[in-house]
Nanobody
Framework: QVQLVESGGGLVQPGGSLRLSCAAS????????MGWYRQAPGKQRELVAR???????SYSDSVKGRFTISRDNAKNTVYLQMNNLEPEDTAVYYC??????????????WGQGTQVTVSS
């Protein structure tokens, strides 16, 4: 069994910063792509950023230049540094990972979500 646990959400004023973390644990041989998604009230879940094992990154247009995704493969952890936050960034943020088990089967896992609220 594999678990992804997010941390770092909270309430921040517009223009502020937050850093989200997501640690994976359990029966893991390796983790391929990892990513962050978000879901605002009444909206569909959307991709925020993804990162490959080798560190190649991609971002949604709405966060380019403000958010940075990174990972520590030794710790099976992915991070999302969010700067210059806007009220439109308010959402539940979910961590996602493509996990390779010791039997070399790949499964997609999700974290439980962490709330980010940007408000004055």
């Amino acid at each position: 069994q594999v678990q992804l646990v997010e941390s770092g959400g909270g309430l921040v004023q517009p223009g502020g910063s937050l850093r989200l973390s997501c640690a994976a644990s359990g029966s893991i041989f390796a983790i391929n792509d990892m990513g962050w998604y978000r879901q605002a009230p009444g909206k569909q879940r959307e991709l925020v950023a993804r990162i490959t094992t080798g560190g190649r990154t991609s971002y949604s247009d709405s966060v380019k230049g403000r958010f940075t995704i990174s990972r520590d493969n030794a710790k099976n952890t992915v991070y999302l540094q969010m700067n210059n936050l806007e009220p439109e960034d308010t959402a539940v943020y979910y961590c996602n990972g493509l996990v390779l088990t010791p039997m070399l089967h790949e499964y997609e896992y999700w974290g439980q979500g962490t709330q980010v609220t940007v408000s004055s």
